[in-house]
């Protein structure tokens, strides 16, 4: 039947239906693929750019309150001083009755009492009893007791704490197996990420809170390696210790202070990130303090004026403005005046990044550092040390009444220096074979003043070569060389105090 019908139909009517047929198929397969590619599309920008809030926290808290504990020290004191004297009363007073009562009450000298100093909260991390929390809220104790979800009250050791970082590990003996938490990524976490705090405010006990992450990278100036993630759940004292949970329960961040005007959450809180604390709490348990990487430099932040001077086209990098003799940077040749630019390939934004990025390597490891010298990029490989314990510097002493002393006046800068002898040694207690110049005076409307220069700082070096400087001649040339050049500033390098840091002082040119 079909032949019969085709033979009754001439070829050109015949061919143009096959192809409008075979353009119809072509067409129905195109709509189909783009629709499947459109449908995905939004399925995955759904997820990534309109993931909906959680409709309860319920089933989380219910799974991670167990493994957050409350803390509570007791540290003992004793009672000092001079007791009161009994007044001496005649017979039959009226008032012996009552001071008998009083004194009666009084604790003898150098009595102990106990008096509980800090409440706060910590999260076990395996289940043989191992706990984290602040260094800050178990400082000072005597006694340590770890509270668990059920109310079970177990002693607990110090394992290892860190003050720079403000951690802590504890361990308590328990009968049973205990639940734990595990450590997320905190690097992948991002501001807006919802994120779930479970803590002991005000002593209340196992408290839930939720919020977002609000920003990161946020420096309190808490100690050297601040690092924060800031959160709007609400914190309150009596959370330090505890954890902050992102999603999918895992710990990416430890709870540790607020801001706050009135002492109660106001919805500014801060966390130590979990790949800054896991190292750190790697190395308390297995040493009980931390291992360090250490550099042996002084560092300051590089300004515009500094990096101007030194022909730096940006203001990023640490300016090394001293060099621990014997050090690791000394054994590989950095020096005063270097520009570090990148660490073990991590590029310097910020002068603070590169104390954090040299404690976060690993003792002996040798580094490629990328410094900026005398115009252009150096590599130097060093091997890293142990960080030392850090020795508090020498106070300067002012030597009493300031004592008038001619010298010689920079007016570009506001200053008057003078030659170190005996007078001056004694007046700033300088040591017997410091030799040099010295700052005697500083005009407080001068450029160094602005800078926040100082009388008794030492100059060391003057120019972006850092010529050293042993004589108040050798200032005159050089400060006048960089008038003549029309310098716009000059880079002192000067010493306070036994620190050491660069000031690059604009020059006041009133040369044609």
């Known amino acids: ?9 001439p070829n050109v009517v015949w061919n143009n239906y096959n192809a409008v047929h075979a353009f119809f198929n072509i067409a129905i397969r195109i709509l189909t693929f783009s629709f499947f590619i459109l449908a995905s599309f939004l399925l995955i920008s759904g997820n990534a750019f309109s993931k909906a809030p959680p409709k309860s926290f319920a089933d989380l808290a219910q799974k991670l309150l167990p493994a957050v504990v409350n803390i509570s020290t007791t540290q003992l004191v004793r009672r000092g ?6 007044p001496q009363l005649p017979p039959g007073s009226p008032f012996e009755e009552f001071f008998k009562e009083f004194f009666d009450r009084q604790p003898q000298r150098n ?11 910590g999260f076990i991390i395996d289940s043989t009893g191992l706990i984290v929390t602040n260094n ?19 002693k607990a050791t110090v394992v290892g704490r860190d003050s720079k970082t403000d ?21 992948e976490s991002r501001v807006g990420d919802w994120v779930v705090a479970i803590g002991n405010p005000f002593g209340l006990g196992g408290t839930v809170t939720a919020g977002i992450i609000s920003a990161r990278a946020r420096n309190i100036n808490s100690g050297p390696y601040d690092d924060f993630i800031q959160s709007d759940a609400s914190i309150n004292k009596g959370n330090s210790g505890g954890p902050m949970f992102n999603t999918e329960g895992k710990v990416i961040g430890i709870n540790t202070a607020i801001y706050s005007p009135s002492g109660g959450s106001v919805g500014i809180g801060f966390a130590i990130p979990s790949n800054l604390a896991e190292p750190i709490i790697s190395q308390l348990k297995r040493f009980g303090r931390a291992r360090r990487g250490w550099l042996g430099v002084r560092i300051q932040t590089v300004t515009k004026e500094i990096a101007d001077s030194l022909g730096l086209k940006e203001t990023k ?82 030597g009493g009444q300031k004592q008038k002393k001619k010298g010689m006046f920079l007016e570009p800068f506001g200053i008057t220096l003078a030659q170190i002898d005996n007078d001056l040694r004694t007046r700033f207690n300088l040591g017997k074979e410091l030799k040099g110049v010295i700052i005697i005076d ?5 450029t160094a003043s602005e800078k926040g220069v100082t009388v008794g700082s030492i100059i060391r070096k003057i120019g972006p070569e850092q010529k050293l400087v042993r004589s108040l001649n050798d200032i005159k040339k050089l400060v006048d060389t960089a008038l003549n050049e029309k310098s716009k500033s000059l880079l002192f390098l000067i010493e ?8 690059a002082l604009t020059l006041v040119n009133d040369r044609k």
């Open 496 to 503: 306070r105090g036994g620190s050491s840091r660069f000031v």
């Open 317 to 398: 990098g640490a300016l090394v403005t001293d060099v621990t003799v014997g050090g690791p940077a000394d054994k590989s040749r950095i020096m005063v005046g270097d520009i570090i630019l990148k660490f073990n390939g991590k590029t310097i934004d910020e002068m603070r990044s590169l104390p954090r990025f040299v404690a976060e390597t690993a003792v002996g490891k040798v580094v490629k550092v990328e410094v900026w010298r005398k115009g252009r990029i150096r590599v130097i490989y060093s091997r890293l040390g142990e960080f030392p314990e850090a020795k508090e510097p020498l106070p300067v002493k002012s």
């Open 136 to 154: 800050h809220v178990i400082k000072g104790a005597d006694q340590i007791s770890v509270i668990l979800h059920d109310n079970t009250r177990l």
């Open 1 to 9: 039947m079909q032949n019969s019908i085709r033979a009754k139909i």
């Open 81 to 86: 001083g001079k007791p009161v004297q009994r």
């Open 111 to 121: 009595s102990p009492s106990k008096r509980a100093t800090s409440l706060g909260s």
């Open 167 to 187: 951690l802590a590990v504890l361990r308590v003996k328990s009968k049973t197996k205990l639940p734990f938490v595990k450590f997320g990524n905190s690097d």
């Open 442 to 446: 500083v005009k407080n409307n001068g």
